[in-house]
């Protein structure tokens, strides 16, 4: 099985600022990776897949990035409503598997 | 709007069995393959399994062949998750999911909490 690895695990930030976390696959996924947002009560929203192609609906200030086996979630401008667990998962062979998940806190 | 809301997680000694439903709503539950997810308490996801449109097609993690089955009733728009001789790493919040043929997973469900402890 493919391996993912986010980083950091956590991370504390500001409204108004920018973040990265970061995601590492065992081997080569080509550019199909998909991030999720987790927030306690709500169910589990998908942001990106393959890489950077934004979900129906994803804030523009959500950008994906990367191919291979590095990966980027890049949250510019942050809002209060970002703030919560983000999961990578990879989406280029069988079994899909996921990350560790980072959870973004506010400052 | 898309709905997906699971039910039937309960607590279950080890070695008896369960099973999850998922009520699905909005959109043609016919056209979707569909998968269930699960999350075991402060840990991260993990997928369990899939069923194709049909349900002719099913597929599994390693740790849960032989006893889990998922199946479909396209008729009620409901999938489901037959659980068999549980153990205490089964123990997680199980997500309903509609799962894209590229292999993510679009929409999921709150999800539903299975405790497997004697």
């Known amino acids: 099985d493919v391996q993912m690895t986010q980083s950091p695990s956590n991370l504390a930030a500001s409204p108004g600022e920018s973040v990265s976390i970061n995601c590492k696959a065992s081997k080569s996924i080509s550019k199909y990776l998909a991030w999720y947002q987790q927030k306690p009560g709500k169910a589990n929203k998908l942001l990106i897949y393959s890489g950077s192609t934004l979900q129906s609906g994803t804030p523009s200030r959500f950008s994906g990035s990367g191919s291979g086996t590095d990966f980027t979630l890049t949250i510019r401008n942050l809002e209060p409503e970002d703030f919560g667990l983000y999961y990578c998962?990879?989406?280029?062979?069988?079994?899909?598997?996921f990350g560790g998940g980072t959870k973004l806190e506010l400052k | 709007e898309v709905q997906l809301v699971e039910s039937g997680g309960v607590l279950v000694q080890p070695g008896r069995s369960m099973k999850l439903s998922c009520a699905a709503s909005?959109?043609?539950?016919?056209?979707?393959?569909m998968a269930w997810v699960r999350q075991a308490p402060t840990k991260g996801l993990e997928w369990v399994a899939t069923?194709?449109?049909?349900?002719?097609?099913?597929y599994y993690r390693d740790s849960v062949k032989g006893r889990f089955t998922i199946s479909r009733d396209n008729a009620k728009s409901t999938l489901y998750l037959q659980m068999d001789s549980l153990r205490s790493e089964d123990t997680a919040t199980y997500y309903c999911?509609?799962?894209?043929?590229?292999?993510?997973?679009?929409?999921w469900g709150q999800g539903t909490l299975v405790t497997v402890s004697s």
């Open positions: 069923i194709s449109t049909s349900g002719g097609s099913t």
């Open positions: 909005g959109f043609t539950f016919s056209s979707f393959p």
């Open positions: 999911t509609i799962y894209n043929n590229y292999r993510w997973f679009a929409y």
């Open positions: 998962q990879q989406h280029n062979e069988y079994p899909p598997t």
